[in-house]
């Protein structure tokens, strides 16, 4: 009876983590892909159980570790934080948060040059307001529910570039910086399949493919670094992930870490960093960027 179970969980841990390389032929694809360290925790453990040949058990198994080594690897934090030549930080605000002081000091203490946020409210829309006269350049976009996505920098945006996504999601201008334009976008997805995640990207793929020039793309993709939905995102704005994984969001155990806030740049080329929550449900990400 033992032998039963211990195959059929071994099964059903292969089949859901191979499911989970599967987004392009199906969105579930996307939601397995979250719980994909755990899966191969369980696959790996139930399948060496098994009485199964070893020419078959190990093999699985070392596959197994061989991936699990690689999400290792991308969480470890990074050796050297530099400084790098532009500051950027990100964060899910919480559309009902009740306290905004602790975050604004971080901001002034960090004095970051861009800011990327999602969830921004009538509840907390005062921390826009308190930041305009350090961030004079601000672009807001009200989505069609209580969030609102919205970019912030310090230095001059290039006029006329300033737009909102026709279907909610994005929020942009082109910024004038020391080293040259650039585009600023902050993107916040839905839950993945079976909620709405697919058919929003879908409608974002015009406007993620008409930039033009380097992008600094950031927010709250609802989705880990693996998945289909950051690299559709990444090869449509022409960026690449910047950093190591990091855990973002909810109290989870190590193997359930979920990290769905990301920074993309057209290089690829910095570092990330994990900041408190300050209120929210999302922990913030302070990106050093090495250009754009």
């Not at 179970?5 to 892909?33: C, E, F, M």
């Not at 946020?117 to 976009?141: F, G, H, W």
């Not at 993107?187 to 409608?203: E, G, K, T």
């Not at 990330?272 to 300050?278: D, F, H, I």
């Amino acid at each position: 009876m033992i032998q039963v179970v211990l195959k059929a969980v071994a099964v059903l841990a292969w089949l859901a983590v191979v499911a989970s390389y599967g987004a392009r032929i199906h969105p579930v694809g996307d939601s397995l892909a979250v719980f994909r360290v755990g899966l191969l925790v369980v696959a790996a453990l139930a399948v060496i159980w098994t009485d199964w040949s070893r020419w078959l058990r190990w093999p699985l198994a070392l596959v197994a570790l061989g991936v699990l080594g690689w999400h290792v690897w991308m969480r470890l934090p990074s050796q050297s934080l530099e400084p790098g030549q532009f500051l950027l930080y990100q964060q899910n605000l919480l559309y009902n948060r009740t306290e905004d002081a602790a975050f604004l000091a971080q901001i002034s203490e960090l004095e970051p040059d861009f800011i990327t946020l999602q969830e921004v409210s009538k509840r907390n829309e005062a921390i826009t307001d308190a930041l305009r006269a350090t961030y004079p350049t601000q672009q807001l976009c009200r989505a069609q529910s209580q969030s609102t996505e919205a970019v912030l920098s310090r230095f001059p945006s290039v006029p006329g570039t300033a737009f909102c996504s026709t279907p909610d999601g994005l929020a942009g201008v082109q910024i004038q910086t020391p080293s040259g334009p650039v585009w600023l976008i902050s993107l916040h997805v839905a839950w993945p399949w079976p909620y709405r995640q697919p058919d929003q990207v879908d409608r974002l793929m015009d406007e993620l493919l008409a930039l033009e020039g380097p992008v600094i793309l950031a927010g709250d993709f609802n989705s880990v670094a693996w998945s289909w939905t950051v690299k559709r995102v990444a090869r449509a704005s022409g960026t690449q992930r910047v950093g190591k994984h990091l855990h973002t969001f909810g109290d989870m155990p190590v193997p359930m870490h979920l990290g769905i806030d990301h920074v993309l740049t057209t290089s690829g080329l910095g570092s990330v960093e994990q900041m408190p929550t300050l209120g929210s449900d999302h922990n913030g990400v302070l990106a050093r960027l090495d250009g754009f």
